[in-house]
Every structure is written in C-alpha cells, then in structure tokens.
T-cell receptor, first 112, second 113 residues
Framework: KAGVTQTPRYLIKTRGQQVTLSCSPI?????VSWYQQTPGQGLQFLFE???????NKGNFPGRFSGRQFSNSRSEMNVSTLELGDSALYLC???????????FGPGTRLTVL | GESVGLHLPTLSVQEGDNSIINCAYS??????FIWYKQESGKGPQFIID?????DKRQGQRVTVLLNKTVKHLSLQIAATQPGDSAVYFC????????????FGSGTKLNVKP
C-alpha cells in the first residue's frame, strides 16, 4: 500500500506570493491533518480535514487555509507569504476511529 | 494552552546501551500520547503510543512510561543501534480533539559506534 504522498517536495517562493501544497493520503484514510515544522517552533498543528470538512484548527492566521476533496486528497494554501512561513509542511492521514497518523515526507517551502 | 516539552535537546549514547528520552506535558486532560521518530528528510514515524489509563507499554526494543502525577512521559530504547539515530518527538492529544496533536520540541539521539 502506498504511503502518504506530498507534492511538490520542494518549493521556493517570494514574499507576497501564494502557494498551494498537495497531499494524497493512504488509500482508505479519510482524515488528513497538516502540520508546520520549523526549527524554532517545532511541529505545530495547522488543521485537520475529515469528509471534506475542517474538523479542527490550530492557531494560525487566516492566510493559512485548506480543503479536502471527495477522494480525501487535501490541499493547503498560504496566501501573502512571509519569510517566517519558510518551513517543512507535513501532511498526515489516518483511518476513521484510529489515532495513529501516518506522515508524508513533507514539502519544504522556502520564502525569499 | 497545551504545551509539550522535552528536557534534553540532544542525547548521545554508545551503541548497545539503553537510551532514555524524556518529555514533560502540561495538560492534565491529555489522555493519549505518542512517540515519533523523525529521520533526516523524512516525516515523523510512529513508534509507540500509550493511553492515560496505562503506566507502561512495551514494543519491540521500546518501552513508554507514563507518570500522570508529574505529567511526565519517557521513551526507553533497549540496545540502541546506529539506525536509532534520529529526532524523537512526544505528542499529546485529548479524546475529543480528534487528531489535533501537540508535539514536543524534539530530542536528537546520536548513537556512537
């Protein structure tokens, strides 16, 4: 069974631009969570989607948004990029009723 | 809010020795805890979990201990191997929070040959 895949793996943007990251969960997994990982703040929860609905949200500004499609694939969008948005963005999927999350390799975003 | 932290940012051990990685959490309402391992260039990988109704849980070469009185979590790795070199995170959650996990800052484990 294929693991969680994230695209692109690396991305370079400039301040003020916007970016969309994609996550394909493990087949059969309907919950998708997004995390931001930085050296200074560590792993921080962004949001979680289940059945195309945002079920949980972390403490990030409204510039960070996401969505989930009917096939459980998820995207997250960051608008008006700031230098501090440079991070590894991780996606994790899980089965209904399971606490175990399976992480993808992440998308490394660099904002110049 | 919840906070999960680690006592030591870096831990160096000799190959074959046992490793102990510690984690403190502040939210006494948390009832589910996970230890993750993250190797360079990869996402976190599940190692072992424990629920708040347990004090100890064992896996293959790993043991997690939970002390709810002092809100402390530890991960013990027996006979540490070079392949165990990675950053280890503890994460906490509450039953009604679905998959909203709070992660610690991580401990880097270096295994010396």
């Amino acid at each position: 069974k294929a693991g969680v895949t994230q695209t692109p793996r690396y991305l370079i943007k400039t301040r003020g631009q916007q970016v969309t990251l994609s996550c394909s969960p493990i087949s059969g997994h309907r919950s998708v969570s997004w995390y931001q990982q930085t050296p200074g703040q560590g792993l921080q929860f962004l949001f979680e989607y289940f059945s195309e609905t945002q079920r949980n949200k972390g403490n990030f500004p409204g510039r960070f948004s996401g969505r989930q499609f009917s096939n459980s694939r998820s995207e997250m969008n960051v608008s008006t990029l700031e230098l501090g948005d440079s991070a590894l963005y991780l996606c994790a999927s899980s089965l209904v009723g399971s606490d175990e999350q399976f992480f993808g390799p992440g998308t490394r975003l660099t904002v110049l | 809010g919840e906070s999960v932290g680690l006592h030591l940012p870096t831990l160096s051990v000799q190959e074959g020795d046992n490793s102990i990685i510690n984690c403190a959490y502040s939210n006494s309402a948390s009832d589910y805890f996970i230890w993750y391992k993250q190797e360079s260039g990869k996402g976190p990988q599940f190692i072992i979990d424990i629920r708040s109704n347990m004090d100890k849980r064992q896996g293959q070469r790993v043991t997690v201990l939970l002390n709810k009185t002092v809100k402390h979590l530890s991960l013990q790795i027996a006979a540490t191997q070079p392949g165990d070199s990675a950053v280890y995170f503890c994460a906490e959650n509450k039953a009604d929070n679905f998959n909203k996990f709070y992660f610690g800052s991580g401990t880097k484990l270096n295994v010396k040959p």
